[in-house]
């Protein structure tokens, strides 16, 4: 057992041999901190361009996660070449599916203007052509030819007509045959008065006749077929002269590009088979009189806009490769999107609608995302591992995955993807990913593991001090001078728990420089020292602990009924801690035992109540292995305990109360009284040794705040674990109470040096007949031990 200097409660850190004045003096950039293992894991992943090796940066929240990732992917990608350009463009031969090309990095934006002003001269030359003289007379000239074999077709049918006794009229439905008699038409009254003879013979001629007229029919369409045909060569020669010798300019020009010149070629072969898209003069002049010729004239346009071309990917003014941060990783926002315009009540979308997402923009590159927003958006993370899978990416709506009736109207063609995925998330998102998804380990190979602390050494106090000067200097904040960052060091162990290391949770020291700044303001110093920092400190604390007075002054009232002096059997004052997220503090709260004669052991009153986590009755179970090891080797341990955290409405967790629930069962087994003016934390094992605790800085102010509110004795204090001596970072007031013999702090080893201090009286130590020294606290268990293994044997007797 040892009690605590007041130079064991906070490590003073020195910088007598850190040759500055004020921060204002030092100009160096303090880089990232103390994340020597992670950076050196985010140099790896950031080399090592092999499929699966994505980077997740996992730490706490303030620890320079972002900040870093930033710096250091934005460094590494300046320095990598500029990505290719993307576009979509109509596909010729399957509408429903645009065609992606890729063109090195600013050649796209080149490619959108060459098409624009091709779309130009087709809507200008081709028309002219056709206006064209010589082409007039070549369109007249086959016009003429087949008009002229029709008419001989016809006078050739009148004369077979004639010598068949008929004459042939013309009509919307064809020819209408009409016999001659006497060199005058009959009529049907005519016909219907001669004999039934001469009636069959003409049948018979008709039919004949009505067989000669049915293929000079037939003559007469497969000329209009080879008119039609002679036509459209001759339109598709002249449009092939027109636009022929630009198209081969563009396939020239982008000749290495295999993918382009099939464009090409099937964007000439549409041109030569919608040539009247371009040929319509009456159209254009009857638009005025035509009730739809702004819709025929829209539908027109629609045309066109096949040849624009949708640059999703623009690299002309990039340097280096592409870093995005997406801040709203909505499916959309990720994967990209296809736009709808309503037409006539109609939803239409075509590719020149395709949007880009971020997966697009960082292609090549580096896509930067936040863990927590990935998982909160749904169907995005299967995206996210569907590209990294396949290493391409589809554009499409949410529900096609899913395997719902389709409502997309296009597929575009999958981009081909090389991205270097970085998230940055929380240790326990990182821990369910893996454990829960196979994929996980597959996609994301490389951790980078953030730290909270780092090694207290002058080279990081030195860093440190650098953070300072750089960070008030670029904020526009206020030097401070040694006592300042002295004080802010102190503060950063503090933040760390250990007298050994320092927090690297940057953003609260941050805020801490603000506020330092602020004060300093108040108090009209244009330096910032130590009083201001501990003003910001306390100032802080205010905003935010009023749930922890709420409870110190139900505690001075007696609502929360817990003794500061005097002593008491079975009850033990134990060190809790309460972290609201925002704000942690310790809280004393009563633990009181009861024993008594019987086999059902120890038995926890919050594990009865469902109040108790699994950690806390494991605590309680440990205590039942270390009374049998010293009491019951000779004989079962006969008891029946309760044990119970006296108005405690919540959950308990943890052992760090194991002890103190122990100290209570020995007290109420012997019926020592307890002095209620110490306090107690630390864990046990089953052979009595004290374990180290978490939050004993928390913990002793507690207890700390309730003795002074009530009144010091001279005899109060704590009692803590020695192995947490290290990690004391206790405030100035505490330290001057120790200092001035108010409160004590005392560090053990083992439950009998504290159940001695306790109690006052000694543990004893057993002798070679497992004898304990009358009148010690041990001979005092055993003994009421065996008189309730009497008691229990007796009554069994009996029954």
Not at 266 to 280: A, H, P, T, W
Request: proline content about 4%.
């Amino acid at each position: 057992m040892k009690e605590l200097r007041p130079e064991d409660l906070r490590k003073r850190i020195d910088l007598q041999d850190f040759g500055f004045k004020t921060t204002a003096e030092i100009n160096n950039s303090y880089g990232i901190i103390g994340q020597e293992r992670a950076v050196e894991a985010m140099k790896f992943g950031l080399r090592m361009k092999n499929k699966g090796y994505n980077i997740y940066m996992s730490g706490i929240t303030g620890t320079g996660k972002n900040s870093y990732a930033r710096y250091i992917v934005n460094k590494v990608a300046s320095e990598e070449p500029v990505p290719d350009d993307w576009c979509y463009v109509f596909n010729f031969k399957e509408p429903t599916q645009p065609v992606a090309l890729s063109f090195k990095a600013g050649e796209g934006v080149r490619f959108k203007k060459d098409m624009d002003d091709f779309a130009e001269i087709l809507k200008s030359q081709i028309p002219k052509v056709f206006e064209n003289e010589d082409y007039q007379v070549q369109r007249n000239s086959i016009i003429k030819k087949y008009q002229d074999a029709r008419v001989e077709i016809i006078e050739e049918l009148n004369n077979t007509a004639k010598e068949y006794g008929f004459v042939l009229q013309t009509s919307p439905t064809g020819f209408i045959t009409i016999p001659i008699i006497e060199g005058r038409k009959m009529s049907q009254e005519d016909f219907e008065l001669l004999d039934d003879e001469t009636r069959r013979e003409i049948e018979e001629k008709l039919n004949e006749l009505q067989l000669k007229i049915s293929d000079a029919f037939k003559k007469s369409q497969v000329m209009e077929k080879q008119l039609k045909d002679e036509l459209n060569q001759l339109n598709k020669k002249v449009g092939l002269f027109a636009v022929g010798q630009y198209i081969e300019d563009m396939k020239r020009r982008y000749k290495d590009y295999k993918k382009v010149e099939e464009y090409f070629e099937n964007m000439q072969e549409d041109i030569l088979s919608n040539l009247d898209e371009f040929i319509n003069p009456e159209t254009e002049a009857q638009e005025s009189d035509n009730p739809f010729a702004n819709l025929m004239k829209e539908r027109k346009n629609d045309y066109f806009n096949r040849f624009k071309v949708n640059l999703l990917i623009n690299h002309e003014n990039s340097t280096g490769a592409p870093v995005v941060i997406e801040h709203n990783p909505t499916y959309n926002n990720l994967f990209g999107s296809l736009e709808y315009v309503n037409e006539f009540g109609v939803a239409t979308t075509d590719f020149t609608r395709i949007k880009a997402g971020s997966f697009h923009k960082a292609n090549g590159g580096y896509l930067i995302l936040q863990a927590r927003d990935v998982l909160s958006y749904p169907y995005v993370w299967d995206g996210i591992k569907r590209v990294l899978k396949t290493g391409e990416l589809s554009i499409e709506l949410p529900q096609d995955r899913l395997g719902f009736i389709s409502m997309s109207s296009l597929k575009p063609e999958p981009i081909h993807m090389n991205i270097k995925i970085i998230m940055i998330g929380h240790p326990l998102i990182y821990s369910i990913l893996y454990s829960n998804d196979e994929d996980f380990e597959k996609y994301f190979k490389v951790l980078v593991d953030f730290d909270d602390t780092m090694p207290l050494d002058d080279d990081n106090l030195k860093k440190m001090i650098g953070f300072i000067g750089s960070y008030t200097a670029t904020k526009g904040l206020k030097p401070f001078d040694k006592s300042g960052v002295t004080a802010v060091m102190e503060f950063s162990t503090r933040m760390a728990e250990s007298q050994k290391k320092l927090s690297t949770r940057f953003n609260e020291m941050a805020e801490v420089l603000y506020e330092s700044d602020l004060w300093a303001t108040e108090d009209g110093s244009d330096i910032i020292s130590g009083k201001h920092v501990k003003k910001a400190i306390m100032e802080k604390e205010k905003r935010f602990n009023k749930y922890e007075e709420k409870l110190l002054e139900a505690t001075i009232d007696g609502t929360l009924m817990i003794d500061v002096d005097g002593k008491a059997v079975g009850q033990v004052n134990a060190l809790t801690v309460i972290d609201l997220g925002d704000y942690t503090f310790g809280r004393p709260t009563r633990v009181t035992a009861s024993t008594y004669a019987g086999k059902e052991g120890v038995v926890n009153i919050e594990r009865e109540s469902r109040l108790s986590g699994s950690i806390h009755d494991k605590g309680v179970m440990i205590i039942t292995g270390y009374l049998g090891s010293k009491f019951a080797q000779n004989k079962p341990l006969t008891l029946s305990a309760r044990i119970c955290f006296e108005q405690s409405y919540g959950g308990v967790d943890g052992d760090s109360a194991s002890s103190t629930e122990l100290y209570a069962i020995l007290s109420s087994l012997s019926g020592l009284p307890i002095r209620q003016d110490i306090a107690v934390t630390g864990s046990v094992n089953q052979k009595g040794e004290i374990q180290p605790i978490g939050g004993a800085t928390h913990k002793i102010e507690g207890f700390y705040k309730l003795c002074k509110a009530k009144g010091f004795t001279g005899n109060q204090g704590v009692i803590i674990p020695y192995q947490n001596v290290p990690n004391l970072c206790l405030n100035d007031d505490v330290i001057e109470s120790v200092a001035k013999g108010e409160f004590h702090i005392y560090a053990i080893r083992t439950i009998d040096e504290g159940i001695e201090i306790l109690t006052g009286i000694p543990a004893g130590v057993p002798d070679e007949h497992d004898n304990y020294p009358e009148g010690s606290v041990n001979y005092l268990v055993k003994k009421r031990l065996e008189q309730f293994a009497a008691s229990v044997e007796s009554t069994e007797k009996e029954g």
